[in-house]
């Protein structure tokens, strides 16, 4: 015997068979609206963006909803990198000191606690004295 939770996700895969379902670009296009929804002038502006999500997830031309995806992760891709190295650097911030070399901009992470260190940027050969 089902329950009506079994028939009711039953209903839902039948519905969602051949449909092109979530991906990165619909969670960030859902992420957007939701934020912009929040605002009072930019609520419509969220609304459409919540359609637009909706109808990508329905859709069911896969290749076209693959090749925007496919160009918004290629575009986002530079932000992604930086916001992921920024939540490493964040979640290492306690073990490693980072240290921005002047001439060419270089990350270098030192281990914390070692006093006073004479280094050298690996990629420009400029020398430092630093604290870490
Ligand atoms: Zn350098």
Same mark, same amino acid.
């Given at each position: ?5 079994? #028939? ?66 290629? #575009?986002?891709?530079?932000? %992604? ?9 964040? %979640? ?33 050969? #400029? ?6």
């Amino acid at each position: 015997m089902k329950t009506w939770l079994q #028939k009711l996700e039953n209903t839902f895969r039948r519905m969602m068979e051949g449909r092109y379902g979530s991906d990165q670009m619909g969670f960030a296009l859902l992420a957007a609206s939701l934020v912009l929804s929040l605002f009072p002038y930019t609520g419509l502006l969220g609304m459409a963006g919540l359609g637009w999500s909706v109808f990508r997830m329905m859709s069911r031309n896969i290749a076209r909803r693959q090749a925007e995806n496919r160009l918004f992760l290629e #575009k986002t891709e530079p932000v %992604r990198i930086r916001t992921g190295q920024w939540i490493a650097r964040m %979640r290492n911030r306690k073990e490693y000191k980072y240290h921005r070399c002047t001439k060419c901009h270089t990350l270098i992470r030192l281990k914390r606690g070692q006093g006073e260190r004479h280094l050298k940027c690996p990629r420009c050969g #400029k020398e430092y004295t630093c604290r870490t």
